[in-house]
């Protein structure tokens, strides 16, 4: 998913499924909406990955994400990653293309999207890359992790408090999670692309967002955290934006 803003709302993807010159690109579709509902489901997951998914902008938009955490994970020497929300996977697979010695985990609630991420890992040839199901606001998951990810996820989720709580509590001791969230910035932008689009299909898919039902604050990230989070693109060297507030939270040594 794309990190420098919104996804583009324009209701077509294409797929681009791998790394490098090594990938699979699927013809133009329209993209499948479920009816809206009030909970992270509202949007058919599964159809996306099957009709078409990441198309070219958002696959450029991970390529830079993978970058970033690269050289996180360059700076801190992580040994453990957790993509929460990987979708078709395409920035765990380029990072653990990357650092070999890292291992990487990717959950993801759409059987789809798993099933096109191992896939990927196995035409490369990673082995230090495991993927599963599993979604928030309530993961199965038990394990922790040095760096945890959850990058154009959390705006799907009603429950976004919960939400982050249970990918704070993924974050093992002086470990960090990377991750941004929908403020009423990002509401007013998609409130404007989606009149421009005059597409119902995309007020469906960010309907929790236009309804404001699931915006936070910085406030209410220090709230559910208990630490202040430094900004991603200023870390960067980026400028930072409004509308795609993108944190790294650094759990204290002491802090469980």
Request: charged content about 25%; some cysteine.
């Amino acid at each position: 998913m794309m990190e420098d803003g919104p996804p583009r709302p324009d209701g077509m993807h294409n797929l681009m499924v791998g790394v490098g010159n090594s990938y699979i690109q699927h013809a133009r579709i329209v993209c499948p909406m479920t009816p809206p509902c009030a909970g992270h489901d509202a949007f058919d997951w599964d159809l996306f990955w099957e009709q078409g998914g990441e198309d070219g902008p958002m696959a450029k938009g991970a390529e830079r994400m993978a970058a970033r955490i690269s050289r996180l994970i360059s700076e801190r020497g992580t040994s453990r990653v957790a993509d929460f929300g990987c979708g078709a996977g395409r920035t765990l697979l380029l990072l653990a293309r990357d650092h070999p010695e890292v291992r990487f985990f990717g959950l993801d609630s759409s059987a789809t999207a798993v099933r096109a991420c191992k896939e990927g890992a196995k035409r490369l040839g990673l082995g230090n890359v495991r993927f599963s199901r599993d979604s928030l606001p309530a993961p199965r998951t038990q394990d922790r992790f040095d760096l945890v990810l959850c990058i154009a996820t959390l705006h799907y989720v009603k429950d976004i408090r919960g939400a982050l709580r249970a990918l704070w509590s993924m974050v093992d001791a002086s470990g960090s999670l990377v991750f941004n969230y929908p403020n009423w910035h990002a509401r007013r932008s998609y409130r404007k692309w989606v009149r421009e689009m005059d597409d119902p299909a995309l007020a469906r898919r960010f309907a929790l967002v236009l309804a404001g039902e699931n915006l936070l604050t910085m406030r209410d990230v220090r709230t559910v955290l208990g630490v202040t989070p430094g900004n991603l693109w200023v870390m960067m060297g980026e400028r930072p934006t409004r509308a795609n507030v993108c944190l790294v939270a650094d759990k204290p040594r002491h802090q469980r």
